[in-house]
């Protein structure tokens, strides 16, 4: 099965796929391959290829954080976060409710490596049904949008 990753960005090319879903230009939270929120909210990076109902894997690295909320995916009313808010590599497993689906970075935080792909493919590859990723994940290094 063909991983793919439905984040339209992975290395966080500030010419790249960069608006919100409030329209805001990510653009300037974007440099070395890196999402960084300086702002004083939230900001939610939308996954708009999300089918409703099917299971996803979001994968990504907080690479630094002063971060005093928690970085955490949305949809509908339905929220899901990592086990950690830390340092290091985290995988949040969830199930979309509505076509609002978006990760939301706190201020404070810096993340890398970002990837969103069905479950099924993630559980083949890795051993599946972690809750985090492991140094075999290929979500550690992984960050072209098809993976093999």
């Known amino acids: 099965m063909q991983r793919i990753n439905l984040w339209p960005n ?4 500030p010419s790249g796929f960069h608006t919100s879903g409030s329209g805001k230009d990510l653009a300037e939270y ?13 900001i939610d990076l939308p996954f708009a290829s999300c089918e409703l109902g099917a299971e996803y894997v979001c994968c990504f690295n907080i690479s630094a954080t002063v971060a005093v909320k928690n970085i955490a995916i949305w949809s509908g009313s339905g929220s899901w976060k990592p086990q950690a808010q830390t340092v290091g590599m985290q995988t949040i497993r969830f199930v979309p409710a509505a076509a609002d689906t978006r990760l939301g970075v706190p201020p404070g935080m ?4 970002l990837i969103v792909e069905l479950a099924d493919t993630f559980d083949e590859t890795s051993g599946g049904g972690s809750q985090s ?3 075999e ?8 949008p098809v993976m093999a």
């Not at 974007?30 to 939230?42: K, W």
């Not at 994940?137 to 072209?144: D, G, L, V």
């Open 110 to 113: 810096t993340i890398d490596s």
């Open 10 to 13: 992975p290395d966080f090319v």
């Open 133 to 135: 990723a492991s140094a």
């Open 30 to 42: 974007m440099s070395a391959g890196r999402f960084t929120n300086t702002s004083p909210d939230y």
């Open 137 to 144: 994940t290929p979500c550690r290094s992984a960050k072209a």
